[in-house]
Nanobody, 117 residues
Framework: QVQLVESGGGLVESGGSLRVSCQASRALFSVMGWYRQAPGKQREFVAAISRDGTRRHADSVEGRFSISRDNAKSAVHLQMDSLAPEDTAVYYC?????????????WGQGTQVTVSS
């Protein structure tokens, strides 16, 4: 079992940057990921990172978003640059996925990211 708490969401203008973070209640799982869900849409994969540092990013965010992890602090971060209105969604932290693009059983409560045009 693990508790995941996201933070760092908010309102930002198009083209701006935001960093969301996820704090885990225990040591990080081998695979940690971020997913997002926009209104009226299914939850979708955004990014994931393994313990050895292997990363995957969705095509829609490649080159704009970057996932990282701090194993010592049990935290995972998602740096989001060049944000666009279509990035507006609730962003969820996920733990325990395998392989990288398959979500694990543990989810945070989500943090809202809103990008204004």
């Amino acid at each position: 079992q693990v508790q995941l708490v996201e933070s760092g969401g908010g309102l930002v203008e198009s083209g701006g940057s935001l960093r969301v973070s996820c704090q885990a209640s225990r040591a990080l799982f081998s695979v940690m990921g971020w997913y997002r869900q926009a209104p009226g849409k299914q939850r979708e994969f955004v990014a994931a990172i393994s313990r050895d540092g292997t990363r995957r990013h969705a095509d829609s965010v490649e080159g704009r978003f970057s996932i990282s992890r701090d194993n010592a602090k049990s935290a995972v971060h998602l740096q989001m640059d060049s944000l666009a209105p279509e990035d507006t969604a609730v962003y969820y932290c996920n733990a325990g996925g395998r392989p990288l693009t398959t979500p694990g059983p543990y989810w945070g409560q989500g943090t809202q990211v809103t990008v204004s045009s």
